[in-house]
C-alpha cells in the first residue's frame, strides 16, 4: 500500500548531473519528511538530504553541499534530488524514505523506503 518509487538513476560522466525523482504512492506524502541515502558497496548508508513535510527545511550532508538540492512538489506527491558537478565517490545506491515524525538524515530513524535507484559516476 505505501510505497516509495525511486527514478532517474544511471551512469554518468564525472562532472555531469542526475536528477532523481521519489514517487510515493498509497499515502499522501505532504505529511512525511523525506530523505534521501545512499549505500556504496562494503559502506554503511549514509544519509544525503532531507526535507521536512513543508519543504520549508532542508538539510545535506557535508559532502553533498553546494552540490545537491532536495526538492518536492506535494502536488505530485514527488520529492527529488537534484545532483550537479557529479564524482566518482557519488556512485551508489540512492534511496528515497519517508517518515511522519523524523526529519534528519540517520537511515535508521525512517519506517518507509524504497527499492533505489543505481547512480554510477564514471568516465
Known amino acids: 500500500q505505501l510505497q516509495l518509487v525511486e527514478s532517474g538513476g544511471g551512469l554518468v560522466q564525472p562532472g555531469g548531473s542526475l536528477r532523481l525523482s521519489c514517487v510515493a504512492s498509497?499515502?499522501?506524502?505532504?505529511?512525511?519528511?523525506v530523505g534521501w541515502f545512499r549505500q556504496a558497496p562494503g559502506k554503511e548508508r549514509e544519509g544525503v538530504s532531507c526535507?521536512?513535510?513543508?519543504?520549508?527545511?532542508?538539510n545535506h550532508a557535508d559532502s553533498v553541499k553546494g552540490r545537491f538540492t532536495i526538492s518536492r512538489d506535494n502536488a505530485k506527491n514527488t520529492v527529488y534530488l537534484q545532483m550537479n558537478s557529479l564524482k566518482p565517490e557519488d556512485t551508489a545506491i540512492y534511496y528515497c524514505?519517508?517518515?511522519?515524525?523524523?526529519?534528519?538524515?540517520?537511515?535508521?530513524?525512517?519506517?518507509?523506503w524504497g527499492q533505489g535507484t543505481q547512480v554510477t559516476v564514471s568516465s
Open positions: 498509497g499515502f499522501t506524502l505532504d505529511y512525511y519528511h
Open positions: 524514505a519517508a517518515d511522519k515524525t523524523y526529519y534528519g538524515l540517520g537511515p535508521r530513524r525512517y519506517d518507509y
Open positions: 526535507i521536512s513535510s513543508s519543504g520549508g527545511s532542508t
